[in-house]
């Protein structure tokens, strides 16, 4: 073990993205179950969140997914995870609107959190990385973006509540 | 997780495999620091009660700094289980290691969502294989299937 948070290699590099690709896929198959279960009974505005929140995780996934295929590192079997992310999603299940937007809350700070460190390591580090780091730093800033305007919009409609 | 997490993880399993204080040069050797670097943390965290420490005789957690170096440890755990059991990675002690640093309380939590961990956790953490003692016969079975 060593303390200090910078990356170290492509391979390390290439692990937390693929962390990254993993919490994506929980907040996709979170929103898409949650969508579902509450399908008859769910207002506009929360369907629409929903909607959203899927459409924009599974476009990060295949922005973290291209990130990865540059690295050239030995990749994993997403759909094996896809499966697991699946069949594991409902522990937590929320039963009620506002459990939903809390868990939609939890997911974009938690995103949010992931992404800021991990810009913080690539920043930091000195390692010689075989793909532009300022690149994988512009999409990572655009995603960490995105989640930010995430938990400022679940914030909002959990306040006109 | 943070620095000082890390550092109270360390003393934690120093001192339980010791059964006593923990040495300030073990705990450097297990945060990979310099001894003086320990030396300096080891300060911090006495000064925030987490930690008292002896001249001489070594380290000891406070219950305060028990409670958040079992927290840490059961990051760690939700960690390794992940890297071995989801992402498949063999050498998931050596990378739960290198990424730890990187892996906030909260973000473990939601990997922690798709994983099995046992009730116990984290006391089924062996010190001495660095894992957990349950894991590792997960990860081989699954190894061997």
Same mark, same amino acid.
């Given at each position: 073990?060593?303390?200090?948070?910078?990356?170290?290699?492509?391979?390390?590099?290439?692990?937390?993205?693929? /962390?990254? /690709?993993?919490?994506?896929?929980?907040?996709?198959?979170?929103?898409?179950?949650?969508?579902?279960?509450? !399908?008859?009974?769910?207002?506009?505005?929360?369907?629409?969140?929903?909607?959203?929140?899927?459409?924009?995780?599974?476009?990060?996934?295949?922005?973290?997914?291209?990130? /990865?295929?540059?690295?050239?590192?030995?990749?994993?079997?997403?759909?094996?995870?896809?499966?697991?992310?699946?069949?594991?999603?409902?522990?937590?299940?929320?039963?009620?609107? !506002?459990?939903?937007?809390? !868990?939609?809350?939890?997911?974009?700070?938690?995103?949010?959190?992931?992404?800021?460190?991990?810009?913080?390591?690539?920043?930091?580090?000195?390692?010689?990385?075989?793909?532009?780091?300022?690149?994988?730093?512009?999409?990572?800033?655009?995603?960490?973006?995105?989640?930010?305007?995430?938990?400022?919009?679940?914030?909002? /409609?959990?306040?006109?509540? | %997780?943070?620095?000082?997490?890390?550092?109270?993880?360390?003393?934690?399993?120093?001192?339980?495999?010791?059964?006593?204080?923990?040495?300030?040069?073990?705990?450097?050797?297990?945060?990979?620091?310099?001894?003086?670097?320990?030396?300096? %943390?080891?300060?911090?965290?006495?000064?925030?009660?987490?930690?008292?420490?002896?001249?001489?005789?070594?380290?000891?957690?406070?219950?305060?700094?028990?409670?958040?170096?079992?927290?840490?440890?059961?990051?760690?755990?939700?960690?390794?289980?992940?890297?071995?059991?989801?992402?498949?990675?063999?050498?998931?002690?050596?990378?739960?290691?290198?990424?730890?640093?990187?892996?906030?309380?909260?973000?473990?939590?939601?990997?922690?969502?798709?994983?099995?961990?046992?009730?116990?956790?984290?006391?089924?953490?062996?010190?001495?294989?660095?894992?957990?003692?349950?894991?590792?016969?997960?990860?081989?079975?699954?190894?061997?299937?």
């Amino acid at each position: 073990m060593s303390v200090g948070s910078r990356i170290t290699s492509d391979d390390q590099l290439a692990r937390l993205l693929q /962390i990254g /690709i993993v919490l994506e896929e929980v907040v996709e198959a979170r929103a898409y179950h949650h969508y579902r279960s509450l !399908d008859e009974e769910l207002d506009a505005e929360i369907e629409e969140l929903l909607e959203e929140a899927a459409t924009e995780s599974a476009e990060h996934r295949e922005r973290l997914e291209d990130l /990865i295929a540059d690295l050239d590192v030995e990749s994993v079997p997403f759909e094996e995870i896809e499966t697991l992310v699946e069949a594991r999603y409902g522990r937590t299940q929320p039963d009620d609107f !506002d459990g939903i937007l809390y !868990d939609q809350l939890c997911n974009e700070e938690t995103a949010y959190k992931f992404y800021d460190d991990l810009i913080e390591a690539v920043e930091d580090t000195d390692a010689e990385l075989s793909v532009d780091r300022e690149a994988v730093l512009d999409v990572l800033r655009a995603i960490r973006a995105d989640e930010a305007a995430g938990v400022e919009e679940v914030a909002r /409609i959990m306040e006109d509540r | %997780m943070n620095t000082a997490d890390q550092y109270l993880k360390a003393i934690y399993l120093i001192q339980k495999q010791a059964d006593g204080p923990a040495a300030t040069g073990a705990i450097a050797d297990a945060v990979d620091v310099s001894p003086a670097s320990a030396n300096e %943390m080891i300060g911090k965290l006495e000064e925030r009660g987490l930690a008292d420490h002896e001249k001489y005789k070594g380290v000891m957690l406070t219950d305060d700094g028990i409670v958040r170096a079992r927290d840490a440890l059961q990051t760690y755990c939700i960690i390794e289980r992940f890297l071995a059991n989801v992402l498949g990675v063999e050498e998931f002690r050596e990378e739960a290691g290198e990424l730890e640093a990187v892996i906030d309380d909260t973000v473990a939590d939601r990997l922690d969502t798709i994983i099995d961990r046992e009730p116990e956790c984290p006391d089924c953490f062996d010190a001495e294989a660095d894992a957990c003692a349950c894991l590792e016969a997960a990860f081989e079975g699954t190894a061997s299937d």
